[in-house]
C-alpha cells in the first residue's frame, strides 16, 4: 500500500502542474443600424452584446458584456479579447420610436464577422374612427382587433401604435340584423407618421 501511495502522490503533482489556463476567444463585430425598407442610417442607436453560459441541459445565465452607440451614418464596431471559451453570444440594438431587435441566433466566436447589418422596423401609428351610420338595433356590433363594441350609435376613435414602413392587414366583422359580414383592408404608414382610417358601418 505505501508502495502505491508513493507513486500517486508524485503522479497527482506533476498532473496538477500540466494544468493550463482556460482557453480563451475573442469577437470582433461591424455592420450598420439600418431603418426598415428605406435602408436609411439610424444613429445614435444602442447596441448591447450579451454573453450567456451555463450548463448543458441546465441553468443558463446571461449578462450584458458592453454596449456602445451608433455613429452618424449607422455603424458600429466592437472587438473584444480574452472572454471564456464556450460562452455564446449575441447582440439587442435599441433606437428611440424604433421596434427593439433581439435575434434568437447567437454569434460564433473566434472570428470576424463584418457587415453584420441591423434592421430596425420604425413605430408608426395608425387613427382609426369607427361609427355604426346605418344602424339596425341595439345589438349591432363590430369586432376590431379583438374587442367588441355593441350599440345602435356607437362611434370612437381608437389609436393604434404598429410597425412603419410594411404592409399591414386590418380585419373587421360587423353583426346587424342577424347576419355577420367580414371585411378587411390593406394599409401602409411610413415610418413614425399617423394613418387616419375610417370604418364606417
Not at 32 to 48: D, T
Not at 176 to 189: A, E, G, M
Request: proline residues 3%; positive net charge; aromatic residues 14%.
Amino acid at each position: 500500500m505505501k508502495k502505491y501511495f508513493l507513486i500517486l502522490v508524485p503522479l497527482m503533482i506533476l498532473l496538477s502542474q500540466c494544468q493550463k489556463e482556460p482557453a480563451t476567444t475573442f469577437i470582433k463585430l461591424s455592420g450598420r443600424v439600418l431603418e426598415l425598407e428605406s435602408n436609411k442610417p439610424i444613429p445614435n442607436a444602442k447596441v448591447g452584446i450579451y454573453e450567456e453560459g451555463g450548463e448543458f441541459l441546465g441553468s443558463t445565465w446571461t449578462r450584458l458584456l458592453d454596449s456602445f452607440r451608433t455613429d452618424a451614418n449607422g455603424f458600429y464596431h466592437y472587438e473584444k479579447h480574452n472572454l471564456d471559451k464556450g460562452s455564446s453570444f449575441f447582440l439587442s440594438v435599441a433606437a428611440n420610436k424604433y421596434i427593439t431587435y433581439d435575434p434568437n441566433n447567437y454569434l460564433i466566436t473566434g472570428q470576424e464577422v463584418n457587415n453584420l447589418d441591423v434592421v430596425l422596423s420604425p413605430y408608426a401609428w395608425i387613427k382609426v374612427h369607427i361609427k355604426n351610420v346605418n344602424p339596425f338595433d341595439s345589438s349591432d356590433k363590430i369586432i376590431l382587433s379583438g374587442n367588441t363594441y355593441i350599440g345602435n350609435s356607437f362611434e370612437k376613435e381608437i389609436i393604434y401604435q404598429i410597425s412603419g414602413n410594411k404592409n399591414l392587414r386590418i380585419t373587421w366583422s360587423v353583426y346587424k340584423n342577424s347576419l355577420w359580414r367580414h371585411f378587411s383592408d390593406s394599409v401602409k404608414v411610413n415610418a413614425h407618421d399617423t394613418l387616419k382610417y375610417q370604418i364606417f358601418y
